[in-house]
C-alpha cells in the first residue's frame, strides 16, 4: 500500500485541484502522446547549458520518438511549437522539464516556464518539479520559491508551500515566516493551517502558538472543528480555550450535531445541564440540533425529549422544527406527530406547515381537511393562511383545483389573492384569469375594479 507520501491528493489552486502526484516518476498525470501535431510559428526552447536555443529548424520527429531517445533539446522545440493544448501533453513536458532540471538545477525553472504560457498547465508542471526539487535538498527550493514572491508567479510558491505543508509541516511554516509581504504571508499561514487541521487536528492545534498572533485564533477554530467531526467528546474540554463567543458557538454546534449523530442522549443531557452552555437562545438551538439527529433514528422518542423542552421566548414549542422538517422528508411521520404537538400557537404553525406542503403536491382535499383536527377559530386562522400562500406561490394550480375547496368563502378567499397576484397575471393567460374571478364576490369585485379591466372583465 502506498503511503500518504507517495501519493498525495493536490489540495491547492487552480488546475491542481483534484491531480495525483506520484512522486515515484514525478508526474502529475499519463496521457497518451496526441497525433497529428503541427508547427506553431515561434516558442521558447532551452539548452543544456540554460540558454535560449535559436529555432532554425522545425522538428522533423514526435516529441515521443525524441523523449525515448534521449534528445530531450528538440522534444521540448516539438512540444512547445506544436498547436496542440498544453493541457493534453502534460506528461511530455514534465519528463523533459524534469531531465533540464537534473542538468541545470533551479535555474532551469525559469526557461521552462517562459515555454508553457498556459498558467494552470505552468502552475501544474512548475510545482510538481518543486515539489521533487524539494525532496532532495528543500532548502535551496525554498529559496528559489521565496524568489518568486511579488512577481507574475506568486501564485506558483502559494500552491507549492501548501502542498509541501502536507509533507513537512513544521519546516513549511518556518520558510513561509520568511515572505516579507504581510498579506501574502497570512494568506499562506491561514492556508496551510487549515491543511494541518485537516491532517491531523491534535498537531495542528499543538502548533497554534508558533503562528503570529493575529492568525491563532483561526488556526485553532479549523483543528477543533476538524477534531469535533471525528472526535467530538475530546473538544468539550477546549471550548474553554476559545475566546471569541461567536467562534466558541460554532465549534459547539460541530461538537454537539457530530456528537449526536452517535450519541445523542448523551448529547442531549450535557446541553442540558452543563453550565458551559448558559444562554438559553444557544442551548434552545443545540437541542434542536440533537433532536433532529434523534428523530432521523427515533422519531417518537425525539418528539418526546421536545415535549420536555419550555416554550422558546417566542411561545412556540421546539418541536415545531421535527414537524417541519418531516413535512419536507417524510410527511406521514409529520402527520403521525402532529396530534402530540402542543396546544396554541405551536400547534397552528406546525398543521400551517404541512398544510402549505400538502398544497404543494396538489393535495387539496387532503390540506384543507387537516384542518378539522384544530378548533374552529384556529381551523379559520388555518385555512385562510394556506389559501393565501398557495395562490401566492402557485396561482395555476389554484386555477385548476379551486373548485375543490370546501367553502364558497375559501373559493373567493383563493380567487382575491390571485387576481390581486403580480405573478398570476405573469403565469395565467387572461383566460384563466376571468375563470378564476367568477369566483369573486361582488364586495371583492369593487375592490379589484382595475386588476378585472385588464383582464377585460
Not at 24 to 37: A, F, H, Q
Not at 82 to 98: H, M, N, Y
Amino acid at each position: 500500500m502506498q503511503s500518504r507520501n507517495q501519493l498525495i491528493l493536490v489540495g491547492v489552486t487552480g488546475c491542481l485541484v483534484g491531480v495525483l502526484l506520484t512522486l515515484g516518476i514525478g508526474m502529475l498525470v499519463s496521457v497518451e502522446s496526441p497525433p497529428n501535431r503541427q508547427p506553431k510559428v515561434s516558442a521558447t526552447s532551452l539548452s543544456k547549458d540554460s540558454s535560449v536555443a535559436d529555432l532554425t529548424s522545425e522538428p522533423t520527429s514526435s516529441p515521443r520518438e525524441y523523449i525515448d531517445t534521449g534528445d530531450f533539446q528538440p522534444a521540448w522545440e516539438s512540444l512547445v511549437q506544436d498547436e496542440v493544448p498544453d493541457s493534453v501533453q502534460i506528461k511530455e513536458l514534465l519528463t523533459i522539464a524534469e531531465k533540464w532540471i537534473e542538468i541545470n538545477g533551479l535555474i532551469g525553472i525559469d526557461r521552462i516556464k517562459d515555454g508553457i504560457p498556459n498558467p494552470d498547465v505552468k502552475e501544474l508542471v512548475l510545482v510538481s518539479l518543486l515539489y521533487k526539487s524539494a525532496q532532495n535538498d528543500s532548502s535551496t527550493t525554498f529559496d528559489y520559491v521565496l524568489s518568486l514572491e511579488g512577481g507574475n508567479d506568486t501564485y506558483i510558491a502559494v500552491s507549492f508551500f501548501e502542498l509541501w505543508a502536507r509533507v513537512a509541516p513544521q519546516e513549511t511554516l518556518d520558510a513561509v515566516s520568511n515572505i516579507k509581504d504581510e498579506e501574502l504571508r497570512s494568506q499562506i499561514l491561514t492556508s496551510i493551517s487549515e491543511i494541518l487541521a485537516t491532517l491531523d487536528p491534535h498537531s495542528a492545534l499543538a502548533k497554534v502558538e508558533t503562528l503570529p498572533r493575529e492568525l491563532q485564533e483561526q488556526a485553532r477554530y479549523e483543528a477543533l472543528v476538524e477534531l469535533a467531526h471525528n472526535e467530538p467528546r475530546e473538544v468539550l474540554p477546549l471550548l474553554s480555550t476559545i475566546e471569541n463567543p461567536l467562534t466558541r458557538r460554532s465549534v459547539t454546534v460541530t461538537v454537539v450535531s457530530n456528537w449526536a449523530g452517535t450519541e445523542p442522549l448523551v448529547a442531549l443531557d450535557w446541553v442540558l445541564r452543563d453550565s458551559w452552555v448558559e444562554d438559553p437562545e444557544i442551548r434552545e438551538s443545540l437541542v434542536g440540533t440533537v433532536l433532529l439527529r434523534l428523530s432521523s433514528s427515533d422519531p417518537e422518542l425525539a418528539m418526546t425529549k421536545a415535549l420536555e423542552q419550555p416554550m422558546g421566548e417566542n411561545q412556540l414549542g421546539i418541536e415545531l422544527g421535527l414537524i417541519e422538517t418531516y413535512a419536507y422528508h417524510g410527511i406521514d411521520t409529520a402527520l403521525n406527530l402532529l396530534p402530540r404537538v402542543r396546544e396554541g400557537q405551536t400547534r397552528l404553525r406546525a398543521y400551517q406547515i404541512v398544510g402549505n406542503v400538502m398544497l404543494e403536491s396538489n393535495n387539496v382535499k387532503q390540506a384543507y381537511e387537516l384542518g378539522s383536527d384544530l378548533s374552529e377559530a384556529q381551523r379559520t386562522q388555518y385555512e385562510r393562511n394556506i389559501t393565501a400562500r398557495w395562490a401566492n406561490s402557485d396561482p395555476d394550480s389554484v386555477h385548476e383545483f379551486i373548485n375543490e375547496l370546501s367553502s364558497d368563502e375559501l373559493k373567493s378567499h383563493a380567487a382575491f389573492t390571485v387576481i390581486r397576484s403580480y405573478s398570476a397575471q405573469s403565469l395565467l393567460t387572461k383566460e384563466q384569469m376571468r375563470e378564476v374571478a367568477k369566483f369573486l364576490t361582488t364586495v371583492q369585485r369593487e375592490e379589484l375594479t382595475e386588476e378585472l379591466e385588464a383582464i377585460g372583465m
